[in-house]
């Protein structure tokens, strides 16, 4: 191919397009008069927005936009190179704020005179987001004690840590809800680890684990007698944790006649023992938690109501994985981390479709699922990477059976069929982030969710 731009000019103008880098020009004024295919990418407008328009029509809340021109073409940039290099924010055309760095440059005409300049811009979003991610593990890694080994960065999760952090800065009673399998035994241990007790017991109790009538001799001990097998005094959870924290999970199972022991126990702060005559102080921080709706069975008559709300007072809600697919690469490398020193094992990483199913897969153990299927993984691997064959069935089945139903119930055309291939490689290659997969794509964030929705194309639901 002859690459003569003389000859043909408009060979310059398709190499900038296909550059991943924006570049645009503007006129003496500040006004847009060409714009790359880059910088649609990068933005979401396209030539047909902005030509003709002010460059300030990417500044928003937070952004100046590209501020650097108007002090260029007012002389206070560099006199020698005639240049402006700049880091900002720009406001995308759906919103997004879109970190990028860019060069301004003079065009001057032939008399000397400023006739405008040429500005290329490159997107930082993603680097600067994985730079996010990969502090806050490095975070998350370093207070892995104090934090009980809960990984994420996404909103949820950073709402859990703020809640963790305020009630452990108190003596509140805490309830921690969530699904089976979130953590919500993690997230007690998280608080007692960050609050003035963590140097004496944390001891925690499934109370769902242990016979009714047993139930009340482990909380609160008994006394030599008190029952056929009680052949000697014991102390109970309450007196063993004295001066720390007591986690009973699962209180929605407790008898409401224990539950009323337990609400004289917050309220007097004193057990007494099965058996006994007199009752014995305690200093306990008493931490609930539940996969059950509780409101529900108080207004069902299963749970006391004034018990209800001597535990309720500071609330935890830890989210399904469902809800905060973003975190599952973090948690997959934290978890892949943790299995490999204990299978002593040299596995580095996982390959991206055995990553895509796992992106992919609904989750409805969370994320002590995920643990078990990376477990059995490191049963079968063999290598370094974890590959799709490695998984368990039902996680490598789950792609195709969507793919079967959707072409069952909805035949798509074979444009439309191209179009939602493009769309999964797009996903697949940034890990299932929407507002990546649109700049790759070319198109808007949300043109590319109403496509998702179309194509009933699983991804996770709240990341980019």
Request: net charge neutral; hydrophobic share 40%.
């Amino acid at each position: 191919m002859d690459l003569d731009f003389r000859r043909d000019p408009s060979l310059l103008s398709t190499i900038v397009d296909e550059m991943a880098d924006g570049v645009f020009t503007v006129d003496a004024s500040g006004r847009i008069v060409a714009w790359s295919r880059g910088a649609e990418r990068i933005t979401g407008y396209t030539s047909e927005d902005v030509v003709g328009q002010s460059s300030r029509l990417f500044e928003g809340a937070h952004c100046k936009g590209f501020a650097a021109l108007t002090e260029l073409l007012q002389g206070s940039c560099d006199s020698t190179t005639g240049t402006c290099h700049q880091e900002c924010k720009l406001s995308a055309k759906d919103g997004r704020e879109v970190s990028i760095h860019g060069s301004v440059r003079l065009i001057h005409d032939a008399d000397g005179e400023v006739a405008g300049a040429v500005c290329n811009f490159s997107d930082l979003t993603p680097f600067l987001q994985a730079n996010e991610r990969i502090a806050l593990l490095e975070e998350q890694t370093r207070n892995r004690d104090a934090f009980g080994k809960l990984v994420g960065s996404s909103a949820p999760m950073q709402e859990v840590f703020r809640r963790i952090r305020l009630a452990a800065h108190s003596d509140v009673t805490v309830f921690v809800s969530g699904e089976s399998g979130t953590g919500k035994e993690l997230a007690a241990g998280a608080i007692h680890s960050l609050s003035n007790r963590k140097d004496r017991p944390f001891l925690a109790i499934n109370c769902s684990a242990i016979p009714e009538t047993l139930l009340e001799s482990e909380l609160f001990g008994h006394v030599k007698g008190a029952f056929t097998s009680a052949d000697r005094d014991k102390i109970g959870l309450f007196q063993a944790a004295d001066g720390g924290t007591l986690f009973l999970d699962e209180i929605g199972d407790v008898s409401p006649l224990l539950q009323l022991k337990l609400l004289r126990v917050l309220q007097e702060r004193e057990i007494r023992r099965v058996g006994a005559d007199t009752p014995t102080r305690v200093n306990v921080r008493l931490i609930t938690a539940t996969n059950k709706h509780l409101k529900e069975l108080v207004a069902s008559g299963g749970f006391r109501e004034d018990f209800y709300y001597r535990i309720h007072v500071f609330e935890i809600r830890l989210p399904p994985l469902r809800e905060r697919r973003e975190d599952l690469p973090l948690l997959v490398r934290h978890f892949i981390d943790q299995l490999s020193r204990e299978y002593h094992r040299s596995v580095r990483g996982i390959a991206r479709d055995a990553l895509q199913a796992l992106m992919n897969y609904p989750w409805p153990g969370n994320v002590r699922e995920l643990r078990n299927a990376l477990e059995h993984a490191f049963v079968t691997v063999v290598g370094d990477t974890i590959t799709l064959l490695d998984l368990p069935v039902e996680l490598r089945t789950q792609r195709t059976s969507d793919r079967a139903a959707l072409s069952d119930s909805h035949p798509l055309s074979a444009a439309d069929q191209a179009e939602r291939r493009r769309i999964l490689e797009a996903l697949d290659q940034t890990g299932g982030n929407r507002t990546e997969a649109a700049r790759l794509l070319g198109t808007s964030r949300v043109t590319l969710w109403k496509k998702i929705r179309k194509y009933a194309i699983e991804t996770p639901s709240t990341s980019g």
